[in-house]
């Protein structure tokens, strides 16, 4: 499998499907995942609680792959994580609007395994989202 099927195969497994058990097979044992938004590195189970609880708090969740480049062993992903933010989750309180993010994700590839992702989500956008829910109108 190339390394840009098997970055899209792996999101899909993981942020979509929650067939964690299948997408473990496709990532090195050392395997690490950082995330803007968190202060310390995972490993693959840290990763499969972060997905377990955003899919918790968000109704309707999905990550789409909008772009996908790579160069050697290395693979750069732009997703759309979208869903309604139903439970607070990292701070932000629900909204009863869909909510959009951005994130850029740099991925490492070894001997056809996943070695490590670095995503960097756009909060500010996600801030927006929820300020802009919080706004009410009055006549």
Request: without cysteine.
């Amino acid at each position: 499998m190339d390394n840009k099927r098997l970055v899209r195969h792996f999101i899909d497994l993981t942020w979509n499907q929650g067939r964690h058990s299948i997408a473990r097979s496709l990532l090195r044992r050392d395997f690490t995942y950082h995330a803007s938004m968190i202060d310390e590195p995972m490993d693959f189970d840290g990763m499969v609680t972060l997905i377990n609880t955003i899919k918790a708090a968000m109704d309707d969740f999905s990550v789409s792959v909008e772009e996908i480049l790579a160069e050697g062993d290395r693979v750069v992903t732009q997703s759309t994580f979208t869903g309604t933010l139903v439970r607070p989750l990292l701070g932000f309180e629900p909204s009863d609007r869909l909510l959009s993010l951005s994130a850029v994700t740099f991925w490492s590839i070894a001997r056809g395994q996943i070695v490590d992702g670095q995503s960097q989500l756009d909060t500010a956008e996600l801030a927006r989202h929820i300020q802009r829910s919080n706004v009410r109108f009055t006549a």
